[in-house]
């Protein structure tokens, strides 16, 4: 048996998407900026898309920007406010300290050039307050960046409330709903953003396609220029195929009700109080109630995080020691030290992010397998286990 529980990594591609993508890679092959009848059937698959894309998140079609995935979204928000900007003597970014590293990297990149950075500290629970926000944001902000979920805890911040603080000082607001897009009730106007980032292969569309939300009147310059794609937003001759494939997944994703969300719920709540039972010295890293349906991350006590993760791969279960991106690297979690955790926690930290083709029957053998896992790694070890379990 081998068990999926990665989701929030990347996920399956929809049958539906791969039909869609395939039909669009034979059949599809103008360049829809070509006014001949080839080019102008391109064009209108885009525009589709671009439409279902939009509905998923209540926005005009136009407002909408194709990128290469989540990373460049972000990107092109911060980079693109930055240059718009600059020269009204706006020269501050504000962001939370548990951003994804394509926004902490890009506002880091341009610290180095002279910008001056703020990273906003989350409480123990990974939640960003509007106070501690209104404390870091000044009359030069020109950027205010806040995700909507975060990708390794699953806490999702009160973006509603931040992004009026952003406003009051006359900032730009920006969200990476990367990790709630496809999966939560996610709408712009409601949520108060001015750029709002979204990465089609979290929820079930194909690697390499995302989009920028940008709020219409919102002063951005583009970062790749060159032709005039994407209402001179977005040079370079698009991705048909994908895109199509983007928009059907946007279809399914809307298709997937409260039903669907409340079953995946369930299996994660399964999971971790089975966890939390079995293994001692066991504890949730996050809000228990302000996060994402799918997402548990759990501290386990005397245990490296890879090497766990090691073990559970040799038994055909595949999990994270958080974000995908930073797989490879022994250093902790930027998001748990953020969070100001003791080192033995950030160290023992495992995500498991679950998804709509998940079982029953495939928790219940994380369950059976997990708890002798542990209990091997630990023997290797001379250290005392907490005894019972913790929760907070």
Request: charged share 20%.
């Amino acid at each position: 048996m081998r068990i999926y529980f990665d989701h929030n990594a990347t996920t399956p591609l929809h049958p539906a998407v791969l039909e869609a993508m395939a039909r669009a890679l034979a059949d599809d092959f103008g360049n829809a900026s070509s006014v001949h009848a080839f080019g102008q059937k391109a064009k209108a698959h885009l525009d589709l898309a671009r439409a279902r894309v939009a509905a998923l998140i209540g926005a005009e079609p136009n407002d909408l920007v194709w990128t290469a995935g989540g990373t460049e979204a972000d990107n092109f928000a911060v980079r693109g406010i930055a240059e718009a900007l600059e020269s009204r003597g706006r020269r501050h970014l504000v962001a939370s300290a548990i951003e994804h590293e394509a926004v902490l990297n890009t506002c880091k990149h341009l610290a180095r050039r002279g910008w001056t950075l703020t990273l906003v500290a989350p409480d123990s629970a990974g939640l960003i307050s509007p106070e501690a926000l209104r404390d870091a944001v000044t009359a030069q902000t020109a950027l205010v960046s806040v995700m909507h979920a975060n990708n390794e805890i699953g806490t999702v911040q009160p973006v509603a409330e931040l992004a009026a603080v952003a406003h009051e000082a006359g900032a730009v607001f920006h969200s990476d709903a990367v990790q709630t897009v496809g999966k939560l009730d996610v709408d712009v106007e409601a949520l108060g953003a001015d750029l709002l980032s979204l990465s089609g292969h979290k929820f079930g569309g194909p690697k390499g396609t995302g989009a920028l939300w940008i709020r219409r009147g919102t002063r951005i310059a583009p970062i790749l220029t060159g032709g005039r794609h994407e209402r001179n937003r977005r040079a370079g001759t698009e991705n048909v195929p994908a895109l199509v494939g983007l928009g059907v997944a946007a279809v399914e994703a809307q298709g997937h009700g409260d039903a669907d969300r409340r079953r995946v719920g369930q299996l994660r709540d399964r999971l971790e109080a089975g966890i939390l039972a079995r293994v001692t010295g066991t504890v949730v890293n996050g809000d228990w109630t302000r996060r994402v349906y799918n997402t548990t991350n759990i501290s386990v006590e005397r245990v490296e995080a890879e090497s766990l993760l090691i073990a559970l791969d040799l038994e055909g279960i595949a999990v994270s020691t958080g974000s995908a991106c930073s797989s490879g690297t022994l250093e902790p979690s930027h998001v748990l030290k953020a969070m100001r955790l003791p080192p033995a926690r950030t160290q023992g930290a495992i995500r498991f992010s679950l998804g709509p083709t998940n079982t029953e029957a495939e928790v219940d053998h994380v369950l059976q397998v997990l708890p002798a896992l542990v209990d091997k790694l630990r023997s290797l070890t001379r250290m005392p286990v907490t005894r019972g379990r913790s929760t907070s």
